[in-house]
């Protein structure tokens, strides 16, 4: 059974029976004195498997023991053992996400594998590492750099490389290159690279700029450019981002619409500088409607003879005039957009904008929203918008997903997990975010041409997750009716997130090959110092509930050990406090299983020290050689005797450099006065 648990947990618990003959035999669970499972089972002769279905409810050291009973039993000293587990709280995990309904749907799915969760909005993330301590994990749904500010950012990448816990990071439209990541901490934290592999020389792509020059585009803000001016100085910098054979159309709108540019090829038909002369005599003009110049302009978009991937960006900072148009109408035009394969981002400029037809419109239009709250922030908004198209990550078709071999995250969820690349059988993904996988990082997971899908690495005590596709809004909807959803991506989460048992005082216990058992305790500070010379005491409760209390010398920097003989099977908890001084006492329990006589066990194998050891004791003798004495301390409990206690040699040491120093001093003067 698994040693660690956290509370809520559904574990298995796997017994395996040697029998020599077929039986009838009666098989009984208990935890502590809690009867979980009893049954009349058959078994056949040689191995036989059961496993028992248990519920991690109680915090803290557990022990479960099984016992079988038969009629038939020459032997019944091998017929019960014990497992110890140490049960933690729930893990707790912290969902950003900017869509409510996507991150409620996410935080339904982890409660349902066991997490404690709490769903927030990118302006909620914490700035200060404090507020992020209580989560044992993060995962960021399609969220946009642009949303967070510098220092949560920080907060995040400190999250995951100091104090060691997990980060999931998923795709979207709103995410990884889509969302402004690059030269940002989120950049530096990610098991990938924004850039998109190296493929052929990509298709032409087109963009259309629908421009608002309506008469508040103009309106002077002290010496700050008008929104009008920055717009336009937008638009001609969006054009560093064409190739010659790529297509650029631009539409300017007040009441009505005109075609500053039509669509040509940026090479061709006017002059790359005649282009950007256009854009820049952009007159100011009256009121806005935003329907009538949509309709426009992506009628005409969608009429271009041309394959390439198309991208509109609607920039205004009104709301349209158009009184008797509703959303609806707005949708029809959206979705014929759609069905041309052209996608809609926004820009809202300003207080004065209609934010929330924008962002339905990029939201419907499968594109992305921002919000430019200065006229100063529409340059880099519209190089971020046209850089899609060059980068040309986002991926979007039927693609159907592979893995690079076994790994602990997938384990038990897909039927092909071979050594070499093979297809899974599971939905196939429609859209993804192509990116480049870092050395260090381990690709669980590819999709189309061998792209990273599933991404892991460590990054300083911490783990992220990289899903270059999104959560199950739209590109993998088809998984939502994957029966083992649910478990997958609470197996991606757990994956992340730390070891519960990561405290400043290790406890540990090994048996070794003489039936000896280590008792140890590793210890260090907050800042990784090991702690010396502390009293460290162990307190060990036998399966008899006998408790013994032993002390544990230190034999290393931060280490301390005893090496004990047990007289009993089953299973020991061990407690060890550890005290040094003013400062709080460590406490620290662990648990470990002593089995019964290796004689006992079918088929005998029984040789070496241990044989010599039970031989000595049958008949009254002892042993050489086999380590060092050993004492008793409590009933039946026998410990590696200390042989001397260690001295502090210091102060002697210290002691002959003063006596030495002056002696040294005279001597190099009165050899000074020989010489003279």
Do not use: C
């Not at 950007?276 to 949509?294: F, M, N, S, Y």
């Not at 009293?535 to 399966?543: E, I, R």
């Not at 049958?618 to 590696?640: D, K, M, W």
């Amino acid at each position: 059974m698994p040693p660690v648990l956290r509370q809520g947990e559904t574990f298995e618990i796997e017994t395996l029976i040697h029998s020599q003959m077929p039986a009838e035999i009666t098989l009984n669970l208990r935890q502590l004195n809690n009867v979980l499972a009893e049954d009349v089972v058959s078994v056949d002769p040689g191995l036989n498997r059961f496993s028992f279905s248990a519920l991690a409810d109680t915090l803290g050291p557990q022990t479960f023991k099984v016992t079988v009973a038969a009629d038939e039993d020459n032997q019944p000293d091998n017929n019960s053992l014990s497992a110890f587990a140490q049960v933690y709280p729930t893990p707790r995990v912290l969902i950003v996400s900017q869509d409510p309904a996507e991150g409620t749907f996410a935080g339904d799915q982890l409660r349902s594998s066991g997490f404690e969760v709490a769903v927030i909005d990118p302006a909620q993330v914490p700035s200060r590492l404090s507020e992020l301590e209580s989560f044992d994990g993060m995962v960021l749904l399609n969220v946009s750099a642009n949303l967070l500010e510098l220092e949560q950012m920080i907060a995040i990448q400190e999250f995951v490389r100091s104090l060691g816990r997990g980060l999931v990071v998923a795709g979207g439209r709103d995410s990884y290159d889509l969302g402004a990541y690059e030269d940002t901490p989120l950049e530096e934290l990610l098991p990938v690279s924004l850039e998109p592999p190296p493929r052929e020389e990509r298709p032409p792509v087109a963009l259309m700029l629908v421009i608002d020059h309506s008469g508040s585009m103009a309106e002077e803000r002290g010496r700050i450019a008008t929104r009008l001016t920055m717009a336009k100085e937008a638009a001609i910098r969006a054009m560093d981002s064409l190739g010659p054979e790529d297509l650029i159309g631009i539409l300017m709108f007040d009441t009505r619409g005109e075609w500053v540019v039509p669509f040509q090829q940026v090479s061709q038909g006017v002059d790359l500088l005649q282009i950007q002369q256009k854009i820049a005599r952009i007159p100011p003009g009256g009121g806005t409607r935003i329907l009538r110049a949509l309709t426009e302009g992506l009628v005409e978009f969608a009429g271009q003879d041309t394959a390439a991937s198309r991208l509109a960006v609607l920039l205004t900072d009104g709301k349209s005039h158009e009184r008797d148009s509703t959303i609806e109408d707005y949708d029809v035009v959206v979705d014929q957009a759609l069905d041309s394969n052209i996608t809609l981002s926004t820009i809202a400029i300003g207080t004065g904008a209609d934010v929330e037809l924008a962002q339905h419109l990029a939201e419907r239009g499968r594109g992305r929203y921002h919000f430019a709250e200065f006229p100063e922030d529409l340059p880099q908004l519209t190089i971020s918008e046209s850089d899609i198209l060059r980068t040309n990550a986002l991926q979007e078709g039927d693609f159907g997903v592979a893995t690079s071999g076994p790994h602990p995250i997938i384990r038990g969820l897909f039927s092909s997990t071979s050594a070499e690349a093979s297809q899974l059988d599971v939905p196939n993904i429609k859209g993804y975010l192509a990116m480049t996988p870092k050395s260090e990082a381990e690709v669980v997971l590819q999709i189309g041409p061998g792209d990273p899908l599933l991404a892991v690495w460590g990054y300083g005590l911490g783990r992220v997750v990289a899903w270059s596709s999104d959560s199950g809004k739209e590109w993998i909807a088809d998984w939502r009716n994957w029966s083992e959803f649910a478990r997958f991506w609470g197996q991606v989460v757990g994956y992340t997130l730390p070891a519960p048992d990561l405290d400043l005082l290790q406890v540990g216990s090994s048996i070794e090959p003489d039936g000896a058992v280590v008792l140890s305790a590793d210890s260090v500070t907050s800042t990784g110092q090991p702690v010396d010379f502390a009293l460290t005491q162990a307190s060990l409760v036998t399966p008899g509930d006998q408790e013994n209390a032993i002390g544990l010398p230190q034999v290393a920097p931060g280490y301390y050990e005893r090496r004990v003989r047990l007289p009993d099977s089953g299973a020991y908890q061990l407690t060890i406090n550890q005290s040094r001084g003013s400062e709080p006492d460590a406490t620290a329990t662990t648990g470990f299983v002593l089995s019964y006589p290796a004689e006992y066990a079918l088929p005998v194998e029984n040789s070496g020290p241990a044989l010599l050891t039970e031989i000595a004791a049958a008949t009254s003798g002892r042993t050489f050689g086999l380590g060092q004495p050993i004492q008793t301390v409590g009933p039946g409990i026998e410990t590696e005797a200390v042989l001397a206690e260690p001295r502090e040699l210091w102060p002697w040491f210290l002691l002959v450099a003063l006596i030495l120093w002056p002696v040294e001093i005279a001597w190099r003067r009165w050899s000074g006065l020989r010489i003279q």
